[in-house]
């Protein structure tokens, strides 16, 4: 990524300069309508590839490993 990489216009250039024909996001991505709004005006479709499930969670799933993990090795 470039040096200077937090705003619209950063984002929109980074769009512009690859033209990827797609932008793969999840339903709960952050600031989804921005990402809509950037891949419009850049002419990239934006496709959500994952559906959001609310009893799948990573941070959950991370904390069951941890405490495995400090069970094993202490």
Known sequence: LPDRFDTQADYRK???????????????????????????????????VHRYNPEYSTSALIRRISGACEKIYW
């Open 14 to 48: 980074l769009l512009v300069d690859l033209k990827p024909d797609v932008y793969a996001v999840s339903e709960n991505s952050p600031f989804l309508e921005n990402k809509e709004k950037l891949c419009r005006e850049a002419g990239v479709d934006l496709r959500v």
